[in-house]
């Protein structure tokens, strides 16, 4: 069984970064598909970014184009997501998701199987 585990969300001023990261277990990590979605307050969550098994290919919400950045360690069993020039509009609860089905770039929710608990990010104006 998959579990995954994220850490690294926290309060940050306009303009700042996070690097959030999700720590997999139960699985060969190497295999999975891993995405990042996000949900704000009143808001349904929504996608953010993906990487294929290998970290040779990521895909991006046209909003975090240019600012973040996904990321994976196979050695590690870790996905991360860097977030640099942070807006107050990127507040809300980060959750990664893992697709061992597949592997590749996945932006359907309900195409992956397993999900972290989330981890809050608040920018602040």
């Known amino acids: 069984q998959v579990q995954l585990v994220e850490s690294g969300g926290g309060l940050v001023q306009a303009g700042g970064s996070l690097r959030l990261s999700c720590a997999a277990s139960?699985?060969?990590?190497?295999?999975?598909?891993m995405g990042w979605f996000r949900q704000a307050p009143g808001k349904d969550r929504e996608f953010v970014a993906a990487i294929n098994w290998s970290g040779s290919r990521t895909y991006y919400t046209d909003s975090v184009k240019g600012r973040f950045t996904i990321s994976r360690d196979n050695a590690k069993n870790t996905v991360y997501l860097q977030m640099d020039s942070l807006k107050p509009e990127d507040t809300a609860i980060y959750y990664c998701?893992?697709?061992?089905?597949?592997?590749?770039?996945?932006?359907?929710?309900?195409?992956?199987?397993?999900w972290g608990q989330g981890t809050q990010v608040t920018v602040s104006s």
């Open positions: 998701a893992a697709d061992w089905a597949a592997g590749g770039i996945i932006t359907a929710q309900n195409s992956y199987q397993t």
């Open positions: 139960g699985r060969t990590f190497s295999n999975y598909g």
